[in-house]
Each structure stands twice: as structure tokens, then as C-alpha cells.
């Protein structure tokens, strides 16, 4: 194995909008998530939509009976 080209590998933490951590191993200390385990309709049983991007919105507009 070369030496100095392989990234750190160190503790990290996952930050999710919920307000949920997880501690994990990665290259970056900490990452940002939209939607995770905690708080994914799949998960909790809820039946919500997930749109970060405002797509349902502009589908509804786009598609209104006029």
C-alpha cells in the first residue's frame, strides 16, 4: 500500500433536518441529510410527501384545471 495518498478515515457525525444524529466512520467529520430513518415516511407510517424542491407544487400548478 502507497503511502500518503489515502484519505482520513475518522469518526463523523450525520446531522439530519429531524434533528437526528448518527455517529459513524467517514472521510468528512460531518454530513447534512434531508430525510433519514427517524423521519422517512416509510419508516414512521406516515403518508406525507417528501418535497425539498418544490416539485409538487409546480406539478400542481403546471397541471391545474383551469
Do not use: W
Not at 454530513?31 to 415516511?41: E, G, I, Q, T, W
Not at 419508516?43 to 400542481?60: K, L, P, S
Amino acid at each position: 500500500m502507497k503511502q500518503g495518498i489515502h484519505p482520513k478515515y475518522e469518526a463523523a457525525t450525520i446531522h439530519c433536518t429531524c434533528g437526528a444524529e448518527v455517529k459513524t466512520r467517514s472521510t468528512r467529520q460531518s454530513m447534512h441529510l434531508d430525510v433519514c430513518s427517524v423521519c422517512h415516511p416509510f419508516y414512521t407510517g406516515e403518508q406525507r410527501i417528501v418535497d425539498t424542491a418544490g416539485r409538487v407544487e409546480r406539478f400542481n400548478r403546471r397541471y391545474a384545471r383551469k
